[in-house]
């Protein structure tokens, strides 16, 4: 078995597997013996007809499951024998083979790229931290948002609960169901726009809604009747009652209401426990600035083919097929951040290798059980049970890893742009381009 590498680019190439014609010859006539006791040929009973005349009658069939075992087979030979490492499943792009001739197989696989980092040492790296200040805004924020309380109103308006009799018809029955539903903004798409009808609605008062029957059956919930998820339903609505959620304004009587002296005393003491985690939190900033920045520096061909495969598996429990086509995108973004990540890191392992020490394993279970808001003992105690012990080796090393490339880059904050706002949150998003860089097949 001779076998040869053809890159298409940095995470995929053609393996071209070439097995001599006696060791093909040889699999083929044991495949004719074996189905020759399946077959019945006329003229003789079942399984006892000469293997040449069941290649005459059925030599195509037999072809065609001849080259799917024989496919698997010298392809697991190939993987074994030059230690492939692929992801997913092997496309096979061609079989050529005729009797007593070699046979050649083309199959394509995907795999993690190898990537030679242009630069390391004094690389040039954009770095936004996230100011402690804005960690108690955000804290004061959802603390007014738990003490929200819920009260009466007479007429909706957007964001606002709305409990409604719905009533239309379906195969000359009428349907009427009590549901719920938010009252969206005047200015909302998609499915939400249905709803805009609800906005300035008093007690008792009526809108006609036209509601497809995906959205009236995620309304109505588990009673629904089956309806056409495409179709349209004219459906009357009164609205029964209607309630808000109130907030209490962040401000002094609020920090009474908390126990504090005052608002400046509340936020002192909030920003005195965020402080910490605000550290470590800016600790993975950092590494994520790091990551960014070197992919920016160093573009590779990600494996599209596995991502789309594990996209549209993630989403095909989902009946809807435009909510489904929202989710394969929504995954595979997800996906394409998390193998990028991960690939960068695999290498960078490689670039910069750290040996780890019980005191560093220490170190990193800190910081994340800082981040975890976790007393340390009850951070590794669960991180043992959620994670094995390679994984558990490779986060660490990961970790200091980035730490040491940390010592050898210049971070600096670059001037804010009008618009969009710049943020940590724009560097972290890596989204999935068409036009990623290609690279020619050797």
Do not use: C
Request: proline content about 5%; charged content about 35%.
């Amino acid at each position: 078995m001779q076998v040869e590498f053809k890159a298409i680019h940095d995470s995929s190439k053609e393996v071209i597997i070439t097995i001599a014609a006696d060791e093909v010859s040889k699999d083929w006539e044991k495949h004719l013996v074996k189905n020759s006791k399946r077959v019945q040929v006329p003229g003789f009973r079942k399984g006892k007809a000469p293997a040449h005349l069941v290649e005459r009658n059925f030599g195509m069939a037999l072809m065609e499951d001849f080259y799917n075992n024989s496919v698997d087979k010298y392809f697991k030979e190939a993987v074994k024998e030059h230690d492939i490492n692929y992801l997913l499943y092997p496309e096979v792009k061609d079989i050529e083979w005729e009797k007593g001739k070699d046979m050649i197989l083309t199959i394509e696989i995907e795999h993690e790229p190898k990537i030679e980092f242009k630069q390391l040492e004094g690389l040039r790296v954009p770095l936004y931290e996230y100011p402690l200040e804005k960690e108690v805004d955000d804290y004061l924020m959802t603390l007014s948002r738990e003490n929200g309380r819920t009260i009466d109103i007479e007429g909706a308006e957007s964001g606002d609960k709305a409990e409604l009799e719905i009533s239309f018809d379906h195969e000359g029955e009428s349907q009427n169901y009590t549901v719920q539903t938010t009252v969206p903004a005047d200015d909302s798409q998609g499915d939400d726009k249905d709803f805009i009808p609800l906005i300035g609605l008093k007690t008792g008062d009526k809108a006609e809604l036209n509601l497809d029957g995906y959205t009236l059956m995620g309304l109505i919930g588990e009673d629904t009747p089956e309806l056409e998820e495409d179709a349209y339903y004219p459906v009357q609505a009164m609205l029964n009652s209607a309630t808000r959620v109130v907030y209490p304004e962040i401000d002094d009587d609020f920090a009474r209401d908390m126990e504090y002296d005052d608002m400046q005393a509340m936020r002192e003491k909030i920003s005195e426990e965020l402080k910490l985690a605000n550290e470590h939190k800016n600790i993975n900033n950092k590494h994520d600035s790091m990551i960014v920045r070197l992919y920016e520096e160093n573009k590779f061909q990600m494996p599209m083919k596995t991502m789309q495969h594990i996209a549209t598996q993630a989403a095909e429990e989902f009946p809807h097929e435009e909510l489904r086509q929202y989710l394969i995108q929504q995954y595979m973004m997800q996906i394409h951040n998390e193998f990028l990540k991960s690939y960068i890191l695999n290498n960078l392992r490689v670039a910069l290798p750290v040996e780890l020490t019980d005191e560093m394993r220490e170190q990193y279970y800190t910081h994340e059980a800082i981040l975890q808001g976790m007393p340390l003992e009850a951070y590794k105690d669960k991180a043992e049970k959620e994670q094995s012990e390679e994984e558990r080796q490779e986060r660490a090393a990961n970790y200091f890893t980035l730490e040491k490339l940390a010592e050898m880059v210049e971070f600096h904050t670059p001037e804010p742009e009008p618009t969009p706002e710049a943020g940590i949150e724009d560097a972290e998003v890596l989204e999935v381009h068409e036009d990623e860089p290609q690279v020619e097949s050797e």
